[in-house]
């Protein structure tokens, strides 16, 4: 057997495992990201999702400045032991449409890859749950691969149409 069959077998009998031990669920403080945070765990975390702990210094500063202005986007981070492990991200959007109402998107959920199975991906989308509700979303939306559908819909979220992508850097 390859590693990598191994290593997803391993993470399936974890989760499996943590699902019936109520025990194996971690405390953690859920809270708004912080600058400090940038390279105290979060863009680590951010890793389990896209590589992003590469990004230099300088442009993690800019991107986070340019992020904490927005009151419409909200990232908000696990902290365990002084540490970031996982993190969650929603922008609020304002419509025309249903009176004016607005919808929550939450994005970019990613929870440190040894933190996994543990309850922290869904404290962090629970927590986004409830803000969005406190900013008077009608609905909250996002999309995810089809592994990922069991996850949601434990939180409470329900299969609704279909997602599409343009892709602006592609060649064709
Ligand atoms: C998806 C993710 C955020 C979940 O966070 P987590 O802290 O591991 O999840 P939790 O411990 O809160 O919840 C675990 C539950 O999710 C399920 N789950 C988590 N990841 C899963 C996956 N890839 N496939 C199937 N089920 C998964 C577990 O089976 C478990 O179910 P249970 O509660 O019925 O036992 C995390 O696994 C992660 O960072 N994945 C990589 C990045 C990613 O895919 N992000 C999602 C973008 S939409």
Not at 90 to 102: A, C, P, S, V, W
Request: charged share 30%; with cysteine; proline share 2%.
């Amino acid at each position: 057997m390859t590693r990598y069959h191994t290593d997803v077998h391993i993470s399936i009998i974890w989760r499996d495992w943590a699902r019936f031990r109520p025990e194996a669920m971690i405390d953690v403080q859920i809270r708004k990201l912080q600058k400090k945070d940038l390279y105290n765990g979060f863009l680590a975390s951010l890793d389990s999702l896209r590589k992003a702990s590469n990004l230099k210094p300088k442009k993690a500063g800019v991107i986070f400045g340019s992020i904490s202005k927005n009151p419409y986007q909200i990232t908000y981070v696990a902290v365990k032991d002084c540490e970031v492990i996982g993190s969650a991200s929603i922008l609020i959007e304002q419509k025309f449409i249903h009176d004016g109402g607005t919808v929550g998107h939450i994005e970019d959920v990613a929870v440190r890859k040894d933190f996994q199975g543990k309850g922290v991906g869904k404290k962090l989308v629970k927590a986004l749950l409830e803000y969005s509700k406190k900013r008077g979303c009608y609905k909250t939306i996002l999309d995810c691969t089809d592994d990922l559908i069991p996850f949601y819909e434990d939180l409470g979220f329900k299969r609704y149409s279909n997602s599409m992508r343009f892709d602006h850097l592609s060649k064709k």
